[in-house]
């Protein structure tokens, strides 16, 4: 059983938007700080985007102002939306949980991973 699902991925050409969607199971939803990572091929995954349960969030520099996470604690889903893509965005892009509730971007925070969604945006 998946604990965390991710859909809206695809391929999109610079400028463009995409909205990426994680669904969580109840079970560890919760009141935990939850992220977006990505790995661009040949590069070590990053922090794009975390939410705490207050709805408070934080983004990677490369990102401010073009991306927004979201979270609906009803519904237990997470999301990105994404605008203003760049050739850069280009990467496969993982929702994650964190061990805490408490928000930080070091990916050795989160214990619960999604499978993963790729973006590819071309020039």
């Known amino acids: 059983q998946a604990h965390l699902v991710e859909s809206g991925g695809g391929s999109v050409q610079a400028g463009g938007s995409l909205t990426l969607s994680c669904v969580f199971s109840?079970?560890?939803?919760?009141?935990?700080?939850l992220g977006w990572f990505r790995q661009a091929p040949g590069k070590e995954r990053e922090g794009v985007a975390t939410?705490?349960?207050?709805?408070?969030?934080d983004y990677a520099d490369s990102v401010k102002g073009r991306f927004t996470i979201s979270r609906d604690n009803a519904k237990a889903t997470l999301d990105l939306k994404m605008s203003s893509l760049k050739t850069e965005d280009t990467a496969m892009y993982y929702c994650?949980?964190?061990?805490?509730?408490?928000?930080?971007?070091?990916?050795?925070?989160?214990?619960?991973w999604g499978q993963g969604t790729q973006v590819t945006v071309s020039s």
């Open positions: 994650a949980r964190a061990i805490g509730s408490s928000c930080a971007m070091d990916q050795q925070l989160y214990n619960y």
């Open positions: 939410v705490d349960r207050f709805g408070r969030t």
């Open positions: 109840t079970d560890i939803y919760s009141s935990y700080c």
